[in-house]
């Protein structure tokens, strides 16, 4: 019987000063509270785990000094710390916010909490649906994310001699996460996401492969908008389950993020939840032992049901499709998949297709040689 954890606590979900801020914080607590009325958390193999805080000596395995130093200062929601220097702005996407360390400093200890958990056999999965700041970098904030929190975990197996296979699927690429580890061969770094021609960050193409020792362990799989289930899942397939296979990690580290919903409004991936769901079923298949984090998601409605319906996966359980009453009359939620389905033209479709066979054709040939495949 598989065993896994929900790592969750109200400290962990962030209220910004801005309250038209589009990364909208609470999506945390209706992604909770939607798991809480399936009763996810009532069985003694899927445990509700409360996180704490990580050690500032964690943080700086990644981070320096001067910048956690500056998002302590930042923390009062104060003006004074040197914004521009570490990318804060006062609004947009790193905003200054009361309580900015303290709140980062408990994702990056849920995140450490659900990769110990793991990696010393507590359970079988663990999820924080909190963290997932793939774009954090070593001196600055970027994204959304103030500390890389999947860095500073997957460094921490490092230190237990643990080999780790990173898969993102957020639709932003993981520049900071492939960037911690750009030169390593004991984390593969794989990312599929929107290309990074038409969405931040910028980067993310099939040639950037690794450096040194690194080469051929940094996977990038972008996707033209208007990408749907099909075509995502096809791409995958191509690429992500031949590459796992021969690497052998002890543990798989994804990161979740759900902003490949076609609902989504801050990118055009035309992902359903059925998709979404494929792409769990996936991961489930390739990770025995299994680390995973939330991340984008900007469609509150879509959140909540896509991390719901990937807590379901995680612990072999599979949802009633109609949402349980006292959740539904609160939130006007009613069913958890998706019942309509994005309506793509034709032609539009044939050149997501292209897009798509062009970078798995690039991974093929710019990767697959490093691994002997
Ligand atoms: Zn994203």
């Known amino acids: 019987m ?15 000063i801005e309250e038209d801020e589009e990364f909208n914080p609470s999506r945390l607590q209706y992604t909770y509270e939607l798991l809480q009325a399936y009763r996810a958390f009532n069985k003694s193999t899927s445990r509700l785990v409360v996180p704490e805080r990580a050690d500032e000596a964690k943080i700086l395995t990644f981070h320096t000094r001067d910048y956690v130093e500056a998002v302590r200062h930042c923390n009062r929601g104060e003006r004074q710390c040197d914004a521009a220097r570490f990318h804060f702005r006062h609004y947009g996407d790193n905003p200054i916010f009361p309580g900015m360390y303290e709140v980062s400093v408990m994702i990056v200890g849920a995140t450490l909490k659900a990769a110990n958990l793991v990696a010393e056999g507590t359970v079988d999965v663990a999820f924080n649906h909190s963290g997932g700041g793939h774009h954090a970098a070593p001196g600055y904030a970027s994204g959304f994310c103030i500390f890389n929190d999947i860095t500073i975990a997957i460094k921490h197996l490092l230190t237990k001699g643990l080999r780790v296979a990173y898969i993102d699927i957020d639709a932003h690429h993981a520049d900071g996460v492939q960037g911690a580890f750009y030169d390593s061969d004991r984390v593969l770094t794989i990312s599929l996401h929107e290309t990074g021609r038409l969405l931040f960050p910028g980067t993310g193409e099939p040639s950037e492969i690794g450096v040194g020792a690194g080469k051929g362990y940094s996977v990038n799989i972008p996707l033209a908008p208007y990408t749907d289930d099909e075509i995502y899942l096809w791409a995958f397939d191509q690429i992500v389950p031949k590459l796992v296979d021969i690497f052998k990690p002890d543990i798989v580290f994804t990161q979740l993020g759900c902003d490949t919903h076609y609902l989504d409004p801050m990118t055009q991936l035309n992902l359903t939840t059925e998709g979404y769901e494929g792409i769990i079923n996936r991961l489930r298949k390739l990770a025995p032992r299994w680390v995973a984090v939330g991340g984008g998601g900007y469609e509150m409605s879509v959140v909540a049901r896509c991390w ?3 807590y379901g996966i995680m612990i072999d359980r599979e949802w009633p499709d109609e949402i349980p009453p006292n959740y539904r009359e609160l939130y006007g939620l009613k069913r958890l998949r998706d019942t309509d389905k994005p309506r793509i033209d034709s032609r539009v479709k044939k ?19 490093y691994q002997g495949l």
Do not use: N, Q, W
């Open 2 to 16: 598989r065993k896994a954890a929900f790592v969750y606590d109200e400290g962990l979900v962030v209220r910004t």
């Open 308 to 310: 719901t319906l990937a």
């Open 351 to 369: 050149e997501a297709r292209r897009f798509a066979e062009d970078s798995v054709a690039a991974v093929k040939r710019l990767v697959f040689p």
